[in-house]
């Protein structure tokens, strides 16, 4: 009998291709937006697995709707919507997407990080309302980038791609991270430091956050560390949102703690904080970190590569809870 595979929202056509070639039977959730829960449980009812996405909360309620389901494919690389410990009790495996966004997460932090030194939005809407009437020495004046100081917390994988990219502009790098990477540290040409979270804080020009969403990592930037940045310094955030205190930024941004923050992930998304969207020293985004043609792509096709390994008798090869086994 062929799986039967719900899928939560529409995927680029490749993937959806690589299903029907592997032979599922599968539905997809017909409206490009994120699923009401109430007819996620209903559709989950008789289904051998599930591919979801970051937006999909998988709780215990979903677990006891899915009673069917044998594995969810999130397709992502975080899976911090998942309940990873019931799933576990449960013999569900949970799979995910690492590896593919790395460059193109590391990209998008780069141009968060232009368009907040330079005001790039700022500028685009002063031109098109039509403010602009001249060359002016002192017009919308940002701040240069090369030679700066870059903080990075986390040297995961996306975090040392934003790094290796800082050489093209000679700047010199200080990291926070769980370990000291002496590997990095001498393959970047320019003065390279591990540092302490407050003294990267308070002597960088730039701080980019790359870093998962854990009980430790949630507002690990907060007012007394917002407080600690330099005037001129500029918050960068493709991780995700809840690693920073939302209201805590807004107050930071508000009296001119910091200059400017580039986020592209926001504490209760899809809400943002109000008074964040009026700050003119904001540059934000929906959540496009990985939002390129290429790499959504590759994570279609290797979230439903995971669900052929797992129908096919594999352990996939990106399975999440190892421990799922034991409970079987």
Not at 15 to 37: N, T, W, Y
Not at 107 to 113: F, V
Not at 229 to 238: D, E, G, K, R
């Amino acid at each position: 009998m062929r799986p039967n595979i719900y899928v939560t929202r529409s995927l680029p056509q490749p993937a959806l291709d690589k299903m029907k070639e592997a032979g599922f039977d599968f539905d997809v959730f017909p409206e490009d937006r994120v699923i009401p829960h109430d007819i996620f449980l209903k559709e989950v009812e008789n289904r051998d697995g599930i591919l979801c996405i970051l937006t999909d909360t998988i709780n215990k309620d979903v677990f006891d709707k899915a009673r069917e389901a044998k594995i969810f494919a999130n397709y992502a690389v975080g899976y911090n919507n998942i309940d990873i410990e019931e799933a576990s009790k449960r013999g569900i495996a949970i799979t995910n997407t690492p590896g593919v966004l790395t460059d193109a997460t590391a990209d998008l932090a780069w141009a968060l990080l232009f368009a907040s030194a330079r005001r790039i939005a700022e500028s685009d809407l002063f031109l098109r309302e039509g403010k602009f009437e001249g060359w002016g020495p002192q017009l919308l004046m940002g701040q240069e980038i090369t030679g700066k100081t870059l903080g990075i917390i986390g040297l995961g994988r996306i975090g040392r791609a934003f790094a290796q990219r800082a050489a093209a502009f000679r700047m010199k790098i200080q990291y926070f991270s769980n370990s000291r990477n002496e590997e990095f540290e001498k393959s970047y040409p320019y003065e390279t430091k591990f540092v302490n979270l407050d003294k990267l804080l308070s002597t960088s020009d730039f701080v980019s956050l790359h870093v998962p969403l854990k009980p430790e990592t949630t507002h690990l930037i907060g007012e007394r560390e917002l407080k600690l940045m330099q005037p001129h310094a500029i918050l960068i955030n493709t991780a995700r949102g809840p690693i920073v205190d939302e209201a805590a930024l807004v107050k930071a941004l508000s009296e001119k703690w910091i200059w400017s923050a580039g986020l592209d992930v926001f504490e209760k998304e899809p809400k943002v904080h109000p008074d964040l969207i009026k700050l003119p020293n904001t540059v934000l985004l929906p959540h496009l970190g990985s939002a390129t043609i290429e790499t959504r792509t590759k994570m279609g096709l290797i979230a439903v590569q995971n669900l052929v390994e797992f129908f096919d008798g594999k352990s996939p090869t990106n399975l999440v809870n190892t421990n799922f086994l034991k409970n079987k």
